[in-house]
Structure formats: structure tokens, C-alpha cells
């Protein structure tokens, strides 16, 4: 039966070379006896679109023989929730660690080719680099788990000893009602945080990123901001520095779903530094002249209104910050009380 | 096909395949070869593909449950296969497991035909 031969050979090539000839033979066998059966029924041999019929329905010859090989998975049940998990963590550090550096490396090294815009860009690329990396890690850990068991007792304990009382606590609503935040919005925080600081960075000394087209306007007026501006300027770039690492930190602790009402206080105390800072500054002098000497008499009464102004203005804001720090510390201690009444 | 029909398709197929390996084991207490297996459970109503069937007799022999041996019968040359020892003693235990299983949802079936009956 010539059909039925080539259909042997061609399954014959996908299967595994020690076991080929046992498993053909087996196969050959157990057909040509229900050859023998349909024929004897029919009482006559099979017509060719018979018999392709007949091997039609016994399946593809790669699909039959891929039913003698072991079930294979590039990543199996056991570990491939523990490549979610690194594979999650990997792509969000790599996310801000390139951040971190195209913010720091860009701005120093002054090459024309080096853009800041044009090195984020790049962002998708690395992402899918380490996503291919921690994927080629955990298919190597897999075949080694299937072919040498024994070799990576620690991944087949991780499954088995686990800690119960190491369990997050129930994820709880917001007092408003709203969900915790979600890993995406963690690392979108801190993704964004790490940019910011970069733009930051880059402000002094390129104001158009502030001011956009009116620094050139600025440039042509006789003042400039007093060196205060500039003490405050680096408060807050540390301040932005110091909530991104308490953020990073609580982000690879886990502790990312509801951020501590306490950190979020201190983080709004801090925020008054600059505030207080800039209104210690002596003579409440925030603008002042490019050329004293000569515009004094021109522009002197100007420049006290406009001092005047940014001091009243600086003052109205520290009180509206410190009320809502006051306000947000007793809803705190109410719910701290409240609790503990319970 | 629709998607509740390839959902049904999923789950018969989940269904059977713990129960196509009881049957064999249980249909191999006496000796067959593949053909004569498929046969056999065919006329007892349990029809199985033969490119399921006989990748699962290997499996089961390679996992112990089954011995097997090359003889030739009606000039042919044919893989004879048969519970081993190893195989008789999980079979027992699978059977247990299945029969309580069987009781299980029988008993489920029964409540659930009571509770509807109560409600008419």
C-alpha cells in the first residue's frame, strides 16, 4: 500500500530518531490490521480516495507524531509564574533606570546627536530587549528543570514554601472610596517622577523649557530673579529626588498599592521648605535689576511692586499649604483615633 | 462553530481524557494490541482517535503502568500490551477514586433533581 508507506515515512521524519523505527513498526502494524478490517467489510481493496479519506481522519503526519513526543512548553506551569513576576519587575526597572540615566547622561554629555527627546524614544526597544533576556533566561532554567530536576532545588521550594503570614495584607478601598493604586500606575509615577527631575535638571540652563517663547521677551526686560530663586530651585529638584526613591523603594518592597498617609504628610511638610526659604530671603527681594546702577530710577518702583507681589503671593500659598497639611495631619489622627476606638 | 460549542468541546475533552486512561487501563487487565484496544473500547461505546490512543499506550508504559511485548500474530508482527504490577495497584486506586466520584456527582444530580422538584 504505497499511501500508506509514504504516510508512515512522513510521520516517521518527525519523530524522535531512537524511538523512529520501534514506533513505525508499532504503528504499521496496528493500521494494516484495520486496513485488513475495512477491506474485509467492504470486500474489496480501499479506492485511493478511500484510503486518503481514512489517513485524512487519522491526522497530519506532524500532529500524529508530535503525539509521541513529551508535552513541551518554552516556559512550563511551575515556572512561568515566577517569570511573570521577574519579567514585570525587570521591564520597570529597566523602564527607570534608563530614565534615570538618558536624565543624567544627556544633559552632560553636549553632543549634537544626543538628544534628551530622541534618547526616551529608545525606551520601547529597551523594554523589548530585557523582556527578550528574562524570557531567554527562564527557557534555559526550564530545559535544565526538565532535564536535570535535581539541579534547581530552589525554584521547585519557592512553589512549596511559602510563607502564609508573609501575605499582603486585604487590599483595602481608599477612604474616598476609589481602588489602591495599580502596579501600572506605580511605575508610571515613578517612570514620570524620574523625567520630571530630568526636565528640571535641564531648566537653568535651558529656560525656554519653562518660559517656552516668553524668555525671549524676558530676555529683553531689565530684570532677573535673585540667587534665592536658585536655592529654592535645588529644594525642590531634592525633594523630587527624595520622593522618588522613598517611591522606588516602597516599589520593590511591594508596598506600592496605598502609600503610607504618613509619607504623604511628610512629603507635603517638605513641600513647604522652598516656601519658607524663599520667604526668609532678605528685603523680600526675589526680582531684581540687570543693571542697578543705571535702571535704578527707571524701574526702582516697579521692582518694589513686583518684590511686594511675589512675597504676598508666596505667602498666600505657604497658608494654603499649611492649612491642608494641618487639615490632612487631623483627618489623620481623627482615623488614627477612630481605629483604635474599634 | 459557535463559541459555546468550541467551550463544550474544551471541557468533553478535559472530561475524557482522565477517563480514556482509566479505560485502558482498565480494558489492558487483558492483553491487546493497539487495534484490538481501540476496538474493543469502540464496541464498548468509547470511541478514541488512534493518534490518541496509541502515543497514551506508550506514555502509560513508559510511566511503569503497562509492559508490553513484540510477538507475532496472524503473521504479523504486533506490541502486545498489559497492566503491569505496577499498573494493577494504581488501577485499584484509581478506580476507588472514580467510583467515589462517580457516588459524589451522583449524589449532587440527586440533590439538585430534589431541590427542583421541591420548587415545582
Not at chain 1, 530622541?118 to 533576556?133: E, K, N, S
Amino acid at each position: 500500500m504505497e499511501l500508506l508507506d509514504r504516510y508512515l515515512q512522513a510521520v516517521k521524519k518527525y519523530l524522535p530518531l531512537a524511538r523512529q523505527e520501534d514506533i513505525i513498526a508499532e504503528l504499521r502494524a496496528n493500521m494494516e490490521a484495520q486496513l485488513e478490517d475495512k477491506e474485509a467489510e467492504l470486500g474489496r481493496p480501499l479506492l485511493q480516495g478511500e484510503t486518503e479519506d481514512w489517513l485524512r481522519k487519522m491526522g497530519s503526519p506532524m500532529v500524529v507524531a508530535a503525539r509521541y513526543q513529551p508535552q513541551r512548553y518554552l516556559i512550563g506551569p511551575t515556572l512561568f509564574p515566577v517569570y511573570w513576576w521577574v519579567l514585570r519587575m525587570a521591564m520597570a526597572w529597566a523602564a527607570i533606570a534608563f530614565v534615570v540615566a538618558a536624565g543624567i547622561v544627556v544633559p552632560l554629555v553636549q553632543h549634537e546627536k544626543l538628544s534628551l527627546l530622541g534618547t526616551l524614544l529608545q525606551i520601547p526597544w529597551v523594554l523589548f530587549m530585557t523582556a527578550a533576556w528574562v524570557t531567554a533566561v527562564f527557557v534555559a532554567l526550564e530545559l535544565i528543570a526538565a532535564r536535570y530536576p535535581e539541579k534547581l532545588p530552589p525554584l521547585a521550594g519557592r512553589a512549596g514554601g511559602w510563607n502564609p503570614g508573609a501575605l499582603p495584607p486585604v487590599e483595602r478601598r481608599t477612604a474616598d472610596g476609589h481602588k489602591p493604586r495599580s502596579y501600572a500606575q506605580a511605575v508610571a509615577e515613578i517612570v514620570f517622577g524620574f523625567l520630571v527631575v530630568g526636565w528640571l535638571l535641564l531648566v537653568p540652563q535651558n529656560p525656554y523649557l519653562l518660559l517656552g517663547p516668553a524668555e525671549a521677551v524676558l530676555q529683553q526686560m531689565p530684570y532677573r530673579l535673585a540667587g534665592v530663586w536658585m536655592v529654592a530651585y535645588w529644594w525642590v529638584i531634592w525633594l523630587n529626588v527624595f520622593q522618588l526613591g522613598w517611591k522606588s523603594v516602597d516599589f520593590w518592597r511591594g508596598a506600592w498599592q496605598e502609600p503610607a498617609r504618613a509619607q504623604h504628610l511628610l512629603f507635603k511638610a517638605f513641600g513647604l521648605v522652598p516656601l519658607v526659604v524663599m520667604l526668609q530671603v532678605r528685603d523680600q527681594l526675589y526680582v531684581t535689576l540687570k543693571n542697578p546702577a543705571e535702571q535704578f530710577a527707571q524701574y526702582g518702583q516697579t521692582l518694589a511692586t513686583i518684590n511686594n507681589s511675589v512675597h504676598l503671593g508666596l505667602m498666600v500659598v505657604t497658608a494654603i499649604a499649611t492649612i491642608q497639611l494641618v487639615w490632612d495631619a487631623g483627618q489623620w489622627a481623627y482615623a488614627a483615633y477612630a481605629q483604635r476606638a474599634v | 462553530m459557535t463559541v459555546a460549542e468550541n467551550l463544550f468541546e474544551n471541557l468533553k475533552l478535559e472530561l475524557r481524557r482522565g477517563c480514556l486512561t482509566l479505560a485502558a487501563l482498565v480494558a489492558l487487565r487483558s492483553e491487546h494490541y493497539g487495534y484490538t484496544l481501540r476496538k474493543d473500547l469502540a464496541e464498548r461505546g468509547l470511541e478514541i482517535e488512534e493518534s490518541t490512543l496509541y502515543p497514551l499506550l506508550r506514555r502509560l508504559e513508559t510511566q511503569g503502568l503497562l509492559v508490553s511485548e513484540w510477538r507475532e500474530e496472524e503473521k504479523r508482527n504486533k506490541r502486545f500490551y498489559r497492566l503491569s504490577p505496577d499498573g494493577e495497584q494504581t488501577l485499584a486506586q484509581l478506580l476507588a477514586e472514580w467510583q467515589r466520584i462517580n457516588a459524589s456527582i451522583n449524589g449532587i444530580l440527586g440533590d439538585g433533581i430534589l431541590d427542583r422538584s421541591e420548587r415545582e
